[in-house]
């Protein structure tokens, strides 16, 4: 139900953030970027490192991903995508601007993965094939989740740099506020089952861009 409520608000959002011929194509492109990378990666360990899903999430993409992975993926990217549009400086333009926003988006959403990843491991969503680093999650996976980002909002930003459209005035605070409770959410539940650990990375490694958002989307 969370994932598919935030889902919608991405939706609506976006499309009167991004405009409604460009939602659909930012849409995509995190969908397909998401199945991509990870199709890839449980099919062959790269990317990400070494991992299966198991049939907790419901049916799956080709056997390998759950259809709700490129969900959750849209659903944390997009707000990631907002909050580091407004930390980039606004005097920064064209391609050096795309790529330190696409840049940034990576490094938030990944900020999220550093309590989520543990917490889904130990609800049982998917397992790691091999002992990682941290907490058991291989480090590569960190690296996997800022290119998936980057790809994605990368080739977004490249793709309808001329498209010419009139977004509705909309208050960004609720994107970052979508950033915000998901994360929270992911850190209350870290604390209730017991992964201190990685709910005080998390804390730590979500709590600038949280506090970066809320501050850049102050009212006027």
């Known amino acids: 139900i969370v994932t598919g409520s935030s889902f919608i608000f ?13 939602m659909p194509i930012l849409v995509g492109l ?8 990870e199709s890839l990666g449980v099919a062959t360990g790269l990317v990400y490192g070494p991992y299966h899903y198991t049939d907790q999430l419901g049916p799956k993409f080709l056997g390998l991903v759950p259809y709700l992975i490129p969900v959750a993926w849209t659903m ?14 606004e005097n920064w333009h064209g391609g050096k601007r795309g790529l330190a926003v696409a840049a940034l988006s990576g490094l938030i959403m990944t900020a999220w993965d ?16 091999v002992k990682g680093g941290y907490f058991g999650v291989p ?14 909002i990368g080739i977004y930003l490249l793709v309808t740099r001329k498209m010419k459209v009139k977004p509705v005035p909309l208050d960004d605070r609720w994107a970052v506020s ?6 929270t959410s992911t850190l209350i ?6 992964l ?6 998390g804390l730590f490694a979500m709590l600038p861009w949280m506090l970066a958002g809320w501050q850049k989307t102050k009212p006027e």
């Not at 995190?30 to 990378?37: E, M, V």
Request: glycine share 10%; charged share 10%; net charge negative.
């Open 10 to 22: 991405t939706l609506l959002h976006a499309g009167q953030r991004e405009g409604w011929k460009k």
């Open 30 to 37: 995190i969908i397909g970027a998401g199945l991509f990378f």
């Open 76 to 89: 944390m990217i997009y707000p990631s995508m907002v909050i580091a549009d407004k930390v980039v400086p």
């Open 114 to 129: 550093v309590a989520m990843d543990p917490m889904m491991v130990y609800g049982g969503h998917w397992v790691w094939d």
């Open 139 to 152: 480090l590569q996976n960190f690296w996997g989740w800022w290119l998936t980002t980057f790809t994605a």
């Open 178 to 183: 979508l950033y915000i409770i998901i994360g």
């Open 189 to 194: 539940t870290c604390l209730m089952v017991d």
């Open 196 to 201: 201190q650990g990685p709910m005080l990375a």
